[in-house]
T-cell receptor, first 111, second 114 residues
Framework: SQELEQSPQSLIVQEGKNLTINCTSS?????LYWYKQKYGEGLIFLMM?????EEKSHEKITAKLDEKKQQSSLHITASQPSHAGIYLC???????????FGKGTKLSVKP | KAGVTQTPRYLIKTRGQQVTLSCSPI?????VSWYQQTPGQGLQFLFE???????NKGNFPGRFSGRQFSNSRSEMNVSTLELGDSALYLC?????????????FGSGTRLTVV
């Protein structure tokens, strides 16, 4: 079955710094979702990518899906404390056709 | 438009009891999926309902069950609760639920079994 591996597992950055989170799939991706989660709360949808080479941006967050559709990256420019949380990548790929998720990347932003 | 509503937000139950969680999807969405999130296992798929029918099911014991009503609201039931069932339960609403549409998640129900 398909697996999503996220790196790094956790990240501490100084406010204002840029950072990148990666999501690597064991199989070709047919859609990739990025979500953000505050501890103990629901998932907030950030972006969905479907085509190889696709790139989307929203405010200071940019997500890309590579041409081979096996890896995605999430880049945050000039990080702020409001960016802190857990970032999760998800993709259709479960044996039942459901969404599967990476283990998440915990981001802390130091003021 | 209203988002996905999960009730209750928090729940404390005793081992052996049963519990019912509720999820109201976005208006017009016919698919509701349920996930269990724990620190060790991450997000794990429980089941998905579409138009009142269970379409997919994950690898959870039969103690976990669900249903969907004609208005697309879904309930999840866990019987004979075990300590290991303590988790954040999330539901996701989707137009079609096949991966081609977006999934919107609720805020979750935090279940603690003591």
């Amino acid at each position: 079955s398909q697996e999503l591996e996220q790196s790094p597992q956790s990240l501490i950055v100084q406010e204002g710094k840029n950072l990148t989170i990666n999501c690597t799939s064991s199989k070709t991706l047919y859609g990739l979702y990025w979500y953000k989660q505050k501890y103990g709360e629901g998932l907030i949808f950030l972006m969905m990518l479907q085509k190889g080479g696709e790139e989307k941006s929203h405010e200071k967050i940019t997500a890309k899906l590579d041409e081979k559709k096996q890896q995605s990256s999430l880049h945050i420019t000039a990080s702020q404390p409001s960016h802190a949380g857990i970032y999760l990548c998800g993709a259709p790929g479960g044996s039942q056709g459901n969404l599967i998720f990476g283990k998440g990347t915990k981001l802390s932003v130091k003021p | 438009k209203a988002g996905v509503t999960q009730t209750p937000r928090y729940l404390i139950k005793t081992r052996g009891q049963q519990v019912t969680l509720s999820c109201s999807p976005i208006s017009g969405h016919r698919s509701v999926s349920w996930y269990q999130q724990t620190p060790g296992q991450g997000l794990q798929f429980l089941f998905e309902y579409f138009s009142e029918t269970q379409r997919n099911k994950g690898n959870f014991p039969g103690r976990f069950s669900g249903r969907q009503f004609s208005n697309s609201r879904s309930e999840m039931n866990v019987s004979t609760l075990e300590l290991g069932d303590s988790a954040l339960y999330l539901c996701a609403s989707s137009l079609g639920g096949t991966g081609s549409y977006g999934y919107t998640f609720g805020s979750g129900t935090r279940l603690t079994v003591v």
